[in-house]
Every structure is written in C-alpha cells, then in structure tokens.
C-alpha cells in the first residue's frame, strides 16, 4: 500500500487541475495536495548544474560576464537573480534550449517565446550554441535589449 504522499506526488497538473474547478475549501485542496506542489531553490538548481557541467564557479562567473561575489551570492541565496541574469548563468553553463526552459520553470520565471523577438533570437543563440558576447551584440544590432 502507496502513503499518502507518493499517492500525492504522482498527480499531474492536469489532474490538480481539474480537482481545483470541483473543490469549494481552499484549505482542504493545499494540505491534500501539499507534497505535490514544487518548489525548487535557485542556487542549489545551480550549484547541481556547476558539477554536472563539471564547470568552475570562477568559470562560469566570467562566461555569464558577472562578478564572482554576485554568483556567490545568487548560490547563498542572498541574491534573487533577475530573468535575463538567470539567463546569462544559462548560457554560461552552456545549457540546451530544453535545459534552459526547464531552468527558468523552475526558478518560476517566465519562459522563452519564440513569438516575442527578443527572446527569438535569444533561443536562436542558445541553440547554435553562441556565448553571451555574441548573444547580447545580435541583441543590440537588432535594437533589443541586452542580456548585460
């Protein structure tokens, strides 16, 4: 017999849901629901990329083109990174489009769409593969804004 909470961890979002639109209690649905909710941590999301990119914290610093200290404190929680950091520390790591997407979901930003210019051409780059100089000069030709 499955506990509880492996029960509620193999809801998908379509099934919470669909239980939203029938439930009346607030309260009763959270605590039903609560091992099913996620909730992942920005600089432990990183610090688990920096080994499996097997990729220095100094190395990476200089790719995404921000100061050590500023990495040190987006991993120590101390900083919230904005989208367009989180995307440098991306492109940094050297992230596919998928791992990207999948890296801004969980950091609760919002997603790359390919239907908005800007950030078209950032996926265009991501997927061949560009660094963030060349990304963010491909930015400024086409009058958009830089990722910094």
């Known amino acids: 017999m499955k506990n509880g909470k492996e029960q509620a961890t193999r809801h998908t979002t379509d099934e919470l849901e669909k ?3 029938g439930r009346g209690e ?3 649905f959270l605590h039903q629901h609560e091992e099913s909710f996620v909730s992942y941590d920005v600089g432990k999301l990183l610090e688990s990329l920096i080994k ?3 990729i220095s914290k100094a190395e990476l610093a200089r790719r995404a083109k921000m100061s050590d200290v500023y990495l040190y404190q987006i991993i120590s929680g101390r900083r919230q990174p904005s989208r367009d950091r989180l995307l440098c520390l991306c492109v ?6 998928e791992e990207t997407k999948d890296f801004l979901k969980k950091a609760r930003e919002t ?11 950032i996926m265009f780059a991501i997927v061949q593969g560009w ?3 060349r990304i963010n000069d491909s930015l400024y030709e086409a009058g ?3 990722l910094g």
Do not use: F, H
């Not at 940094?92 to 489009?97: A, D, F």
């Open 111 to 121: 997603d790359l769409y390919a239907k908005d210019r800007r950030d078209a051409i």
């Open 26 to 28: 607030l309260e009763y």
């Open 131 to 133: 660094d963030l100089g």
């Open 52 to 54: 499996e990119k097997k």
């Open 19 to 21: 239980e939203m639109k």
């Open 92 to 97: 940094g790591l050297g992230l596919t489009l």
């Open 144 to 146: 958009e804004k830089t």
